[in-house]
């Protein structure tokens, strides 16, 4: 039944994408677009996965796309080893510079501007259609949309966390940089034709901020992911039967809310003892978990490592409940948890934070169940009501995977946006040729 669906969707999709082709046999002529991204590579992360996501999807628009990126977001000795040019799913991604220090996101926009410049003004001067960026270091970002301006390209961007600024206490260079860094960002967003925001608090803060731009509220993103028939394999595999099994997958942080979910967890599964806690991702350091779970069975918490994307979604759906406990704070208001949607679409139930874009977009108790923030008390509430009631939450969780069926896979989610900038190059262009 799935796979039926899933045909249903593509067969419509490329109707509404290519609809020249299905009456002439023809596609219109391709439009150039650069992607400009600071991620990593070419293992993509969460941000990298929607950059990807998003090129794709120009791509089936009828874009001849690339992705550059102009130096890594993270430190990696290996970065050195890579490729200058490499493609994933058929896009291709160009890197310019390799060299990155914990320190760079101060000096090497600084160091690297004029050098990035020049690259930039080749790309331009070989015509290109748009510039998209997202979340772009801030003098890069400005410098794009001024040379997209002089050669009569327009400029998007992608904001996706706060602009106002949140400061890194342990840094002091961050700290004293970041005011700069807000200046520089609002001027680049003032003078973009377009915005693409990716909460509705991020479009209340910059509404007021830049009256003249286009401004689409482009949300989270995750696969169209087919279910798997069989997820007893992979339950066997993690020595799962029998247990009831809850998920967590991302960084091992205070902010993102492991302490919280360990010592709630302790609360479920004093009620629950064949309940199992399932971490997947990386420590912050080395015995960071084990620290925070003493006084709790050995084997009832099972650090999981690194689980490739894959891998994890067949996890997902094996489980019997996904957690995201992340605690308040403006990353969290500001933002849309890519791992909120992408614990939807496996159609297993969700309990998280009632925390910003999240907790507007599904239905309590209807699509997802939400707990409230920081409390360990009612997060260990949330997850006995689903693990002790497994018919409502298999409910929900179906009824999740449909509402992320319909808003979050790419696209439904980019289509709108796709369009705007299709409508962006052509005023621009009518009104270069009207001033000529």
């Given at each position: 039944?799935?796979?039926?669906?899933?045909?249903?969707?593509?067969?419509?999709?490329?109707?509404?994408?290519?609809?020249?082709?299905?009456?002439?046999?023809?596609?219109?002529?391709?439009?150039?677009?650069?992607?400009?991204?600071?991620?990593?590579?070419?293992?993509?992360?969460?941000?990298?996965?929607?950059?990807?996501?998003?090129?794709?999807?120009?791509?089936?628009?009828?874009?001849?796309?690339?992705?550059?990126?102009?130096?890594?977001?993270?430190?990696?000795?290996?970065?050195?080893?890579?490729?200058?040019?490499?493609?994933?799913?058929?896009?291709?991604?160009?890197?310019?510079?390799?060299?990155?220090?914990?320190?760079?996101?101060?000096?090497?926009?600084?160091?690297?501007?004029?050098?990035?410049?020049?690259?930039?003004?080749?790309?331009?001067?070989?015509?290109?259609?748009?510039?998209?960026?997202?979340?772009?270091?801030?003098?890069?970002?400005?410098?794009?949309?001024?040379?997209?301006?002089?050669?009569?390209?327009?400029t998007?961007?992608?904001?996706?966390?706060?602009?106002?600024?949140?400061?890194?206490?342990?840094?002091?260079?961050?700290?004293?940089?970041?005011p700069?860094?807000?200046?520089?960002?609002?001027?680049?967003?003032?003078?973009?034709?377009?915005?693409?925001?990716?909460?509705?608090?991020?479009?209340?803060?910059?509404?007021?901020?830049?009256?003249?731009?286009?401004?689409?509220?482009?949300?989270?993103?995750?696969?169209?992911?087919?279910?798997?028939?069989?997820?007893?394999?992979v339950?066997?595999?993690?020595?799962?039967?029998?247990?009831?099994?809850?998920?967590?997958?991302?960084?091992?942080?205070?902010h993102?809310?492991?302490?919280?979910?360990?010592?709630?967890?302790?609360?479920?599964?004093?009620?629950?003892?064949?309940?199992?806690?399932l971490?997947?991702?990386?420590?912050?350091?080395?015995?960071?978990?084990?620290?925070?779970?003493?006084?709790?069975?050995?084997?009832?918490?099972?650090?999981?490592?690194?689980?490739?994307?894959?891998?994890?979604?067949?996890?997902?759906q094996?489980?019997?409940?996904?957690?995201?406990?992340?605690?308040?704070?403006e990353?969290?208001?500001?933002g849309?948890?890519?791992?909120?949607?992408?614990?939807?679409?496996?159609?297993?139930?969700?309990?998280?934070?009632?925390?910003?874009?999240?907790?507007?977009?599904?239905?309590?108790?209807?699509?997802?169940?939400?707990?409230?923030?920081?409390?360990?008390?009612?997060?260990?509430?949330?997850?006995?009501?689903?693990?002790?009631?497994?018919?409502?939450?298999?409910?929900?969780?179906?009824?999740?995977?449909?509402?992320?069926?319909?808003?979050?896979?790419?696209?439904?989610?980019?289509?709108?946006?796709?369009?705007?900038?299709?409508?962006?190059?052509?005023?621009?262009?009518?009104?270069?040729?009207?001033?000529?």
């Amino acid at each position: 039944m799935m796979l039926k669906e899933h045909t249903i969707y593509t067969r419509e999709r490329s109707k509404r994408i290519y609809p020249l082709m299905e009456t002439t046999g023809t596609y219109p002529t391709p439009k150039k677009i650069i992607i400009l991204a600071q991620i990593d590579y070419p293992n993509l992360g969460s941000r990298g996965h929607r950059v990807l996501a998003i090129a794709k999807q120009f791509r089936h628009h009828n874009f001849d796309v690339e992705v550059v990126i102009p130096f890594p977001e993270t430190p990696n000795p290996s970065y050195r080893t890579q490729p200058d040019t490499f493609f994933i799913d058929g896009i291709k991604f160009r890197i310019l510079y390799k060299y990155y220090r914990s320190i760079s996101k101060i000096f090497l926009p600084k160091l690297f501007l004029p050098l990035i410049g020049c690259h930039i003004k080749k790309f331009a001067q070989h015509g290109v259609n748009c510039f998209f960026m997202t979340n772009m270091i801030a003098p890069i970002s400005l410098m794009v949309v001024r040379i997209g301006h002089k050669y009569n390209i327009p400029t998007v961007n992608e904001v996706m966390d706060d602009i106002f600024g949140i400061q890194d206490n342990a840094n002091i260079g961050l700290k004293i940089w970041q005011p700069f860094r807000s200046f520089l960002t609002r001027r680049a967003l003032l003078e973009s034709d377009q915005l693409w925001l990716i909460s509705t608090y991020l479009v209340n803060q910059i509404r007021s901020l830049c009256p003249r731009q286009t401004i689409l509220k482009i949300p989270a993103l995750c696969d169209e992911m087919i279910l798997e028939e069989d997820t007893v394999s992979v339950a066997k595999e993690y020595g799962l039967e029998g247990s009831k099994a809850i998920l967590y997958a991302g960084a091992f942080g205070a902010h993102q809310g492991i302490p919280l979910l360990i010592n709630a967890f302790q609360k479920v599964h004093e009620k629950v003892p064949q309940a199992r806690l399932l971490l997947a991702g990386k420590e912050e350091s080395p015995g960071y978990i084990d620290t925070l779970s003493q006084g709790i069975e050995q084997g009832d918490i099972r650090k999981l490592g690194y689980v490739a994307k894959e891998k994890l979604q067949k996890l997902c759906q094996a489980v019997d409940v996904l957690v995201a406990p992340q605690l308040p704070g403006e990353f969290s208001e500001a933002g849309f948890s890519t791992k909120f949607v992408d614990y939807l679409i496996t159609g297993t139930p969700v309990v998280a934070s009632r925390l910003g874009e999240q907790s507007l977009v599904a239905e309590d108790q209807r699509e997802a169940v939400f707990f409230q923030p920081g409390s360990v008390t009612d997060l260990a509430e949330k997850l006995l009501m689903v693990l002790e009631n497994p018919s409502w939450g298999r409910l929900i969780g179906q009824n999740g995977r449909n509402m992320a069926l319909q808003k979050f896979v790419p696209w439904a989610a980019l289509s709108p946006g796709i369009e705007a900038i299709k409508e962006l190059i052509e005023r621009r262009n009518l009104e270069f040729a009207k001033s000529v």
